[in-house]
């Protein structure tokens, strides 16, 4: 089993930043064998990719709304992955979910990801 507890959310104006920090923590394993990703979900709408990193943190990958504004990294050390957002928009506005998996690939699909945290609301206001 894998405990995954997010936290950093909060109310920002537009244009400005946060970041998000998960923690992930599961007996048996260690943190740098899970793909760790970031999900968000806004009222009414599916449960979307945002970003992602690789087992070992070489790679990374971010839905097309984020790229070259949020960036994700990570510290095995700590087994916590990271968030940063800046440049924040309105339409950034949902619940961001952190999510871990056994994969060797850096899967954007929410069925890849066995393990989720419980979500820490963000909220842009214009």
């Known amino acids: 089993q894998v405990q995954v507890v997010e936290s950093g959310g909060g109310l920002v104006q537009a244009g400005g930043s946060l970041r998000l920090s998960c923690a992930a923590s599961?007996?048996?394993?260690?943190?740098?064998?899970?793909?760790m990703g970031w999900f968000r979900q806004a009222p009414g709408k599916e449960r979307e990719f945002v970003a992602g990193?690789?087992?070992?943190?070489?790679?990374?990958r971010y839905s097309d709304s984020v790229k070259g504004r949020f960036t994700i990294s990570g510290d095995n050390a700590k087994n916590t992955v990271y968030l940063q957002m800046n440049s924040l928009k309105p339409e950034d506005t949902a619940v961001y979910y952190c999510?871990?998996?056994?994969?060797?690939?850096?899967?954007?699909?929410?069925?890849?990801?066995?393990?989720w945290g419980q979500g820490t609301q963000v909220t842009v206001s214009s």
């Open positions: 999510a871990a998996s056994t994969t060797v690939i850096l899967h954007t699909s929410t069925l890849q990801y066995p393990y």
């Open positions: 599961a007996s048996g394993r260690t943190f740098s064998t899970y793909t």
């Open positions: 990193r690789s087992r070992s943190g070489g790679s990374t």
